[in-house]
């Protein structure tokens, strides 16, 4: 694969969509780590990726939230009609809900379901950082489903090696607001592409988190490193590929959502 093109965002110009009276849902597009603007905050930094209705959400937000060793607690709140994920880039992740704490690590994923409140805070040493995932829609049918924190500890992932790497499955089931959610790391061998590229109607995002990748999109390859974020919108065909010395891993999370419900 040659010719890799270099971009924060591709296909579309969001620009041009935030002079429309209603916004048009988010276009596929790719954000190399380095080149998403760095804002500082009282406790640390912060990359925004995006912020932005899709075809499935009122509104979808990926940011990446550096915590210095000596940060203060940061609440969360999710309202009625918001999920969201909490994906730990590096550093030890602390987690105090309900008069209980959790600590995890580099990789570790936490589900947040919606009505949740809670306290993130840096329980390691050095600086923490971790990905702030959160959607947004009309809430489903179901008030039932993970009314408490949904914790996936990176260390106690199963990996099943495969001819082209491997995989660590986490999760394949309902929450709230969403008829399914998908998570799962895939790492790939250094050459190895994980498919042809495909096309599939739910939305996706991919996280890279070792290596360099090549991601293929509508036809386009864009090469991109680790702590890239890739979205994916229903329907485009899309393939990743590594092309960087030694292995690379990535999470890849799907969702369906809950028919009948908005957007």
């Not at 969509?17 to 905050?41: G, H, I, L, N």
């Not at 918001?82 to 704490?101: N, P, Q, Y």
């Not at 070792?210 to 386009?220: F, L, P, R, Y």
Request: with cysteine.
């Amino acid at each position: 694969m040659k010719n890799y093109r270099w971009l924060v965002f591709t296909l579309l110009a969001l620009a041009t969509m935030e002079s429309t009276a209603q916004q048009m849902p988010m276009p596929s597009a790719v954000y190399e780590w380095d080149m998403v603007p760095v804002e500082k905050t009282p406790n640390g930094i912060e990359r925004a990726f995006f912020n932005w209705p899709t075809q499935s959400f009122d509104n979808f937000r990926i940011s990446a939230i550096t915590l210095a060793s000596n940060s203060v607690r940061q609440m969360v709140h999710h309202g009625i009609a918001e999920e969201g994920l909490l994906l730990v880039k590096e550093g030890r992740l602390g987690l105090a809900s309900d008069s209980k704490e959790n600590v995890v690590g580099s990789r570790s994923i936490v589900l947040v379901p919606r009505m949740a409140s809670l306290e993130i805070f840096n329980a390691g040493d050095g600086a923490l950082t971790f990905y702030s995932i959160q959607w947004r829609t009309a809430p489903g049918a179901s008030d039932s489903v993970f009314h408490g924190l949904k914790i996936f500890d990176y260390e106690k992932l199963s990996f099943n090696k495969n001819e082209k790497g491997g995989r660590r499955a986490i999760m394949r089931a309902p929450t709230a607001l969403l008829e399914e959610l998908e998570m799962h790391i895939t790492t790939l061998n250094e050459g190895e592409k994980s498919h042809d590229p495909h096309q599939h109607p739910d939305e996706e995002i991919i996280i890279v988190l070792q290596g360099k990748v090549a991601e293929m999109v509508n036809g386009t390859a864009y090469a991109l490193g680790t702590g890239s974020v890739i979205f994916l919108k229903s329907m485009d065909f899309h393939g990743i590929h590594n092309i960087g010395s030694g292995q690379c891993e990535y999470y890849a999370i799907r969702w369906k959502k809950t028919p009948g419900h908005s957007p």
